[in-house]
Nanobody, 120 residues
Framework: QVQLVESGGGLVQPGGSLRLSCAASGSIFSINAMGWYRQAPGEGRELVARITSGGSANYADSVKGRFTISRDNAKNMVYLQMNSLKPEDTAVYYC??????????????WGQGTQVTVSS
């Protein structure tokens, strides 16, 4: 079985920073794209940032210049460095990944989510 586990969320003041981490574990053959999504109360889930296995990244316009996605392929980890946080960044952040498991099946996986709250 494959699972994604996020960590690093919390409460931060406007203008502050947080770093989210996501670890993929289980019977993994390889990982394609990994990314972060978020869902604010009463809103749909939206893409924040996504990164390919080769390191190419794309971002939502709302976070460009403030957030940076990175990954460590050797550790099956993806990170989201969030700087200059704004109250509108408050949401549950979810890790997502396209993973080929040991049976060579490609599936899309979600983490359980981590809460990020930006408030003074």
């Amino acid at each position: 079985q494959v699972q994604l586990v996020e960590s690093g969320g919390g409460l931060v003041q406007p203008g502050g920073s947080l770093r989210l981490s996501c670890a993929a574990s289980g019977s993994i053959f390889s990982i394609n794209a990994m990314g972060w999504y978020r869902q604010a109360p009463g809103e749909g889930r939206e893409l924040v940032a996504r990164i390919t296995s080769g390191g190419s990244a794309n971002y939502a316009d709302s976070v460009k210049g403030r957030f940076t996605i990175s990954r460590d392929n050797a550790k099956n980890m993806v990170y989201l460095q969030m700087n200059s946080l704004k109250p509108e960044d408050t949401a549950v952040y979810y890790c997502n990944a396209d993973i080929i498991d040991a049976g060579l099946f490609l599936r899309n996986y979600w983490g359980q989510g981590t809460q990020v709250t930006v408030s003074s």
